[in-house]
């Protein structure tokens, strides 16, 4: 190895050390915050009751109970009352930070997983979402029963709500129903791909990505092309890592919003 070389790998070694130190946030994990109560189904349903805590103390609670690593920084000091029930950590993260949330994934690919990877192995939350925050908005949203679990019917029903964020949330959930069909999710689905609201788009992409993963490659490739960032997120998170879809996602490395390129690092190992 040339000193050439041998300098420029001290220096991306370096890099990389210091943007790791960066991303973790430095309060040590609290999960005994008594105004946060996490809890988690057999099922793998997660619960989350915050009472004026921080959005930091959330976070932190839900790495503590779930035992998956969440990096964030600069998350805003004020506290939030909110309450949040949804199938796995994603969907109560959304339920916290928003619909918008910007968020990557890594994922275990030593055991092979539902969606076609490993099991998730730690969630990165961009700073970019907590520019989103207000202090004065409330994150409580009580058209969805908090902390308890929507009716397959009541799902359906705000599925197709005025407001897209219940439109997206309850996407998010009516997969989980084994009374509702097929058929009827697909059709709630397809619809959904039509809405104006790429967040419920997205919800559209990633429901129909489970509901058929071994034909859902050419939804996934088109979703790529989305003008919203959310839609194009939920498609490269659908994605296997595979010579079919290597194409897509190292295209996404260039991708104009800065939570696509992320995820897209992470799905190719690139720290």
């Known amino acids: 190895m040339s000193v050439y070389h041998l300098l420029l790998l001290t220096v991306i070694l370096g890099v990389q050390a210091a ?11 609290s999960p005994s915050v008594p105004n946060v109560e996490v ?13 004026d805590a921080t ?35 994603e969907t109560v993260l959304r339920c916290l930070l928003g619909t918008d949330a910007d968020l990557a994934f890594s994922y275990d690919d030593a055991a092979p997983g539902r969606a076609g990877h490993g099991p998730l192995a730690g969630v990165k939350i961009l ?33 197709r709500s005025e407001d897209p964020d219940q439109r997206a949330r309850a996407l998010d959930q009516i ?32 429901g129909l990505a489970l509901l ?13 092309t989305d ?13 296997d890592v595979d010579e079919q879809s290597l194409p897509f996602i190292a295209e996404a490395l260039s991708d104009p919003d800065e939570s696509v390129r992320t995820l897209a690092q992470l799905r190719l190992g690139i720290e």
């Open 127 to 159: 700073s970019s979402t907590f520019l989103k925050l207000s202090p004065h908005a409330s994150t409580d949203s009580t058209q969805l029963p908090p902390g308890q679990p929507l009716s397959a019917e009541a799902a359906l029903a705000l599925t």
């Open 175 to 206: 997969g989980r129903f084994e009374q509702i069909d097929k058929a009827t999710l697909e059709a709630a689905y397809n619809d959904a791909l039509k809405d104006k609201d790429g967040d419920v788009r997205a919800a559209a992409v990633n």
């Open 39 to 51: 809890a988690i189904s057999k099922a793998g349903f997660i619960t989350l009751d915050v009472h």
């Open 55 to 89: 959005i930091a103390q959330s976070i932190d609670a839900l790495a503590a109970k779930t035992g998956k690593p969440i990096r964030y920084r600069d998350a805003p000091d004020h506290t939030v009352s909110v309450s949040c029930h949804g199938q796995g950590l």
């Open 19 to 29: 943007s790791a130190s960066q991303d973790l946030q430095a309060r040590p994990v």
């Open 212 to 224: 058929d993963e071994k034909a859902s490659f050419p939804l996934l490739s088109s979703a790529m």
């Open 227 to 239: 003008e919203s960032a959310s839609v194009r997120l939920a498609a490269l998170d659908g994605m």
